[in-house]
């Protein structure tokens, strides 16, 4: 079968173990691009490598079937995880029409390293206990019901990929749909690689804080009260009044 691995964010040491398995037994690897760090791609010790961004999907396609059909242990190799803005269902696809099976193996997608670099929690409880991810449409068209301005309306946190060059877009659909001026936006440019930038601002001066410093690409944006919450609530969970399956109430 083919491999569709997730290599994580960025960072090398956030990769999983089964994904470097993959890639440390792999002898065909097809990458995307400059999104996979070097030091990622060095884990490919006895693979030949072909670097998916020059190629249309029937090319990248018949690669990874002549692999498989060679014998070769087959990697489709992504950024971040294959399922979230990957094109992975339609490579799945037509390798099955042609009878070739695939597994894939997730990796740490980059809104959660974005997390991780704010240092915060994105469902705190009496804030929001929603995540919507989502882009912004340009090229990719995005049905009407997935709106920014009708997303906005739920009042959740919001992860925007691919979409930092529309800040003005997200900016607008938001206020539209209900957030405050005042609601916290973070944009986190290439999280956990090296050089990794963080810029804190609200709805109401985004816009010119990203400007001024230069992102407009390879970014995740995050808006809402989550991001920097002035309040919320402690969880119930480890709460001393709070009983379970493992823990009595104790008050």
Request: glycine share 10%; aromatic share 6%; proline share 4%.
């Amino acid at each position: 079968m083919v491999d569709f691995v997730g290599c994580g964010p960025g960072a090398p040491d956030l990769i999983t173990v089964r994904a470097r398995e993959a890639l440390e037994g792999a002898e065909v690897v097809v990458y995307s691009g400059s999104l996979v760090p070097q030091a990622i791609l060095g884990m490919c010790k006895n693979a030949r490598m072909h670097d998916a961004s020059g190629m249309v999907r029937e090319e990248i396609t018949r690669l990874l079937a002549d692999g498989e059909r060679a014998g070769l242990r087959t990697v489709r190799l992504h950024d971040g995880d294959p399922s979230i803005y990957g094109a992975m269902r339609e490579q799945v696809d037509a390798l099955a029409a042609e009878g070739i099976a695939s597994r894939v193996v997730p990796g740490v997608t980059s809104f959660l390293a974005a997390a991780a670099a704010l240092g915060t929690q994105l469902t705190l409880p009496g804030v929001t206990q929603t995540i919507i991810v989502t882009r912004v449409e340009k090229r990719t068209d995005v049905p009407e019901r997935e709106s920014v301005r009708s997303l906005a309306s739920h009042g959740a946190t919001m992860v925007f990929y691919l979409s930092v060059h529309l800040l003005d877009r997200i900016v607008e659909g938001a206020l539209a749909g209900g957030y405050a001026g005042s609601t916290p936006v973070a944009v986190v440019h290439r999280a956990s690689w090296e050089g990794e930038r963080v810029v804190k601002g609200t709805l109401a001066d985004i816009e010119r804080r990203v400007r001024e410093a230069g992102i407009t690409r390879t970014a995740i944006v995050i808006v809402g009260d989550a991001v920097a919450p002035s309040s919320y609530e402690f969880s119930r969970l480890y709460d001393a009044s709070f009983g379970h399956g493992y823990r009595r109430a104790r008050a």
